[in-house]
């Protein structure tokens, strides 16, 4: 892990940007901190860390008030990193089916999530390999965020995830299905029932097949960059419970 650069933001979270084998982090700790913090990984969606990065830096304030640590990386083809040819075109059928009003089509959901998440998630493992290794910085470890496929397949391989906080929002394979059941973590899962990109449906069902004996849906009103402070906050609330 190679740091790039270093600030403090207005609240004095101190944030450091680097790379990882070419692939572009940021690690968010508190201003101050009597004991190592425990570590929460920020997912997000394959917009590129550029555009995400204001909803990414506020989370990640909202960790570091509550004494958390917090990072997140580039997604596999976003920003600037390399483009590959099957998720260009399984971005171009999923534009064509949303543009002419047709369903979305479970070929293009796979081809469009399945080797995101197996790219991804050993990056995740990788990252969280080299976060763990730096001082200051402690499991237990919670994942934040989507793509909600991903969190649930970390949940699934990762046991040094203790707790997540999933956002649905995300087209679901089916194959994912089978995996929720092996998931034993707590769970907070986010839904905005408004999100009209979201099969909300298959978001229920998912929440349904999750094997965790705490898992918790937490649904409101609004569209999908509409999630309500208060709904963030429980999800603090929730880390706080299993993680400190």
């Known amino acids: 892990m190679h740091f790039t650069s270093e600030r403090r933001l207005d609240d004095n979270t101190l944030e450091r940007r680097f790379t990882l084998d070419d ?51 580039e997604l596999p083809g ?34 469009l999530i399945l080797p995101l998440v197996d790219k991804a998630v050993p990056e995740w493992q990788s990252a969280l390999d080299a976060l763990l290794a730096l001082p200051g910085i402690d499991g237990p470890v919670g994942y934040s965020g989507g793509v909600i496929s991903i969190g649930v397949r970390l949940a699934v391989v990762e046991p040094r995830i203790a707790a997540a906080v999933l956002f649905a929002g995300s087209f679901v394979p089916l194959a994912m299905f089978e995996e929720a059941r092996q998931v034993t973590i707590p769970l907070h899962v986010l839904l905005q029932w408004d999100d009209a990109g979201n099969d909300r449906q298959a978001a229920l069902d998912l929440f349904d097949a999750l094997g965790s004996e705490e898992k918790t849906l937490e649904a409101n009103m609004g569209g999908h960059t509409g999630v309500p402070q208060f709904a963030g906050d429980a999800a603090t609330r929730f880390f706080t419970r299993h993680l400190s």
């Not at 390399?82 to 959901?109: K, M, T």
Request: hydrophobic share 50%.
């Open 78 to 111: 976003s920003g600037d990193r390399a483009r590959w040819a099957a998720a260009e075109q399984a971005r171009a059928d999923l534009r064509q089916a949303l543009q002419a009003g047709e369903p979305v089509s479970d070929e293009i959901v796979d081809a």
């Open 23 to 73: 692939i572009p982090g940021i690690l968010w700790t508190p201003a101050a901190a009597s004991a190592p913090a425990p570590l929460i990984l920020l997912g997000h969606p394959p917009l590129g860390l550029h555009k995400m990065y204001p909803r990414l830096a506020d989370r990640a304030r909202h960790c570091a008030a509550e004494g958390f640590a917090a990072a997140t990386i």
